[in-house]
C-alpha cells in the first residue's frame, strides 16, 4: 500500500478527490478538460508543491489535506525523470513534454495511478489520479482534515 497526500483550499474540499480543477486550468502534467487529481507522496511535499503556487504567502488561503491509500495490487505508471528533457521542471508555462505525457496517460486509461517526479522536491515522488478509471474506485480515500501550517512557514 502507497499512501499519498492531497492539499487544497478549505473552500473546494467537499470535491477534493473528483479533479474538478483539471477541467479548467492547467497543470505539469495535464492540459485543461480532463478530471485529475494531484497528489504527493508526503505531507511535507504537498505543501511544498501548493507553497510554490502561492505568490504572496501574507495571503495564505486556509487549507485541507487529505490522505488516500493506494492497494499495493494496483496498477501504478511511472515516469522517470530519465525520459523527461532537461528542462521538465520549468514553470509558466509547463513544458509540452510533461503535459503530454499526462495527458496520454489519462487518454490510454491503463491506470488510475501515475507517479512522476516532483519538480520542487528532487528524490520525491507525486501521484496523480484519473478519478475516471475504474480502479481509482479500489482507492481508499480519506476526508478532508484542517491543515495547521507552523507561523513560521514563509
Known amino acids: ?16 478527490w473528483r479533479g474538478e480543477g483539471g477541467l479548467f486550468v492547467d497543470g505539469r502534467w ?5 478530471r485529475i487529481v494531484y497528489t504527493a ?6 505543501q511544498l508543491e501548493v507553497l510554490a503556487h502561492i505568490p504572496d504567502r501574507r495571503q495564505f488561503p486556509p487549507l485541507v489535506y ?3 491509500e493506494i492497494p499495493g495490487a494496483l496498477r501504478i505508471e511511472d515516469v522517470g525523470t530519465a525520459e523527461l ?4 521542471r520549468r514553470y509558466a508555462p509547463y513544458l509540452h513534454t510533461t503535459q503530454a505525457k499526462g495527458m496520454a496517460w489519462l487518454a490510454a486509461g491503463d491506470s488510475a495511478v501515475l507517479r512522476v517526479p516532483s519538480a520542487v522536491s528532487e528524490e520525491e515522488w507525486n501521484f ?3 478519478p475516471e478509471h475504474e480502479d481509482f474506485a479500489k482507492i481508499a480515500l480519506g476526508t478532508p482534515r484542517i491543515l495547521s501550517m507552523d507561523p513560521r512557514v514563509p
Open 85 to 88: 528533457p532537461a528542462d521538465w
Open 128 to 130: 496523480p489520479l484519473n
Open 41 to 46: 507522496q508526503s505531507l511535507s511535499l504537498a
Open 66 to 68: 487529505a490522505v488516500a
Open 30 to 34: 495535464h492540459l485543461p478538460g480532463k
Open 1 to 16: 500500500m502507497i499512501r499519498v497526500f492531497r492539499l487544497v483550499r478549505a473552500e473546494a474540499q467537499e470535491s477534493i
